[in-house]
T-cell receptor, first 115, second 114 residues
Framework: KAGVTQTPRYLIKTRGQQVTLSCSPISGHRSVSWYQQTPGQGLQFLFEYFSETQRNKGNFPGRFSGRQFSNSRSEMNVSTLELGDSALYLC??????????????FGPGTRLTVL | AQSVAQPEDQVNVAEGNPLTVKCTYSVSGNPYLFWYVQYPNRGLQFLLKYITGDNLVKGSYGFEAEFNKSQTSFHLKKPSALVSDSALYFCAVRDETGGFKTIFGAGTRLFVKA
């Protein structure tokens, strides 16, 4: 089975722009979560989607949004980029998605640099 | 509120010696605990998890972890370290009150010297 894929792998934007990141989960997985990883804040939960519905959300401003499509692929969008948004954005998929005991499998991440 | 603490930023161990990476947690409900490893420029790889049952959990690459409810700890261990184990290790927790929101510790960098 192919793993979780994320595109693009690297992205450079300037302040004020917006960006869209994409995540394709492992085939058959219906839950997708997004995380932001920075040296200062570590790994922080952004949001989680299951069957096109957001079930959980972290403590991020409204500039961070996401969605999930009927094929379970997910996108996250960051509007009005700030320097502090520079980070590695990780996506994780989970089989079934009906229990919090399920294991998450992570993609390689998208490295976003905001200049 | 959920929280995870990894008290050591870095752990140094000689190859062949046992290693321990510490993790303590705080949750309202029953904890679901996970360990992940991250190599440079890579995503996180799953090592093992504790859901319920036996307090000693065995995982990938010879790693194991011991769940201690009274001490709210879930330390990662390996009997004999390899140089290739050098990486960044993350402990994570979920519970019923937080749902699918996963809280990660700050990470512990493991250096294994040959």
């Amino acid at each position: 089975k192919a793993g979780v894929t994320q595109t693009p792998r690297y992205l450079i934007k300037t302040r004020g722009q917006q960006v869209t990141l994409s995540c394709s989960p492992i085939s058959g997985h219906r839950s997708v979560s997004w995380y932001q990883q920075t040296p200062g804040q570590g790994l922080q939960f952004l949001f989680e989607y299951f069957s096109e519905t957001q079930r959980n959300k972290g403590n991020f401003p409204g500039r961070f949004s996401g969605r999930q499509f009927s094929n379970s692929r997910s996108e996250m969008n960051v509007s009005t980029l700030e320097l502090g948004d520079s980070a590695l954005y990780l996506c994780a998929s989970q089989s079934g998605g009906s229990t919090i005991a399920d294991t998450q499998y992570f993609g390689p991440g998208t490295r976003l640099t905001v200049l | 509120a959920q929280s995870v603490a990894q008290p050591e930023d870095q752990v140094n161990v000689a190859e062949g010696n046992p290693l321990t990476v510490k993790c303590t947690y705080s949750v309202s409900g029953n904890p679901y605990l996970f360990w992940y490893v991250q190599y440079p420029n890579r995503g996180l790889q799953f090592l093992l998890k504790y859901i319920t049952g036996d307090n000693l959990v065995k995982g990938s690459y010879g790693f194991e972890a011991e769940f201690n409810k009274s001490q709210t700890s879930f330390h990662l261990k390996k009997p004999s370290a390899l140089v290739s184990d050098s990486a960044l290790y993350f402990c994570a927790v979920r519970d019923e009150t937080g749902g699918f929101k996963t809280i990660f510790g700050a990470g512990t960098r493991l250096f294994v010297k040959a």
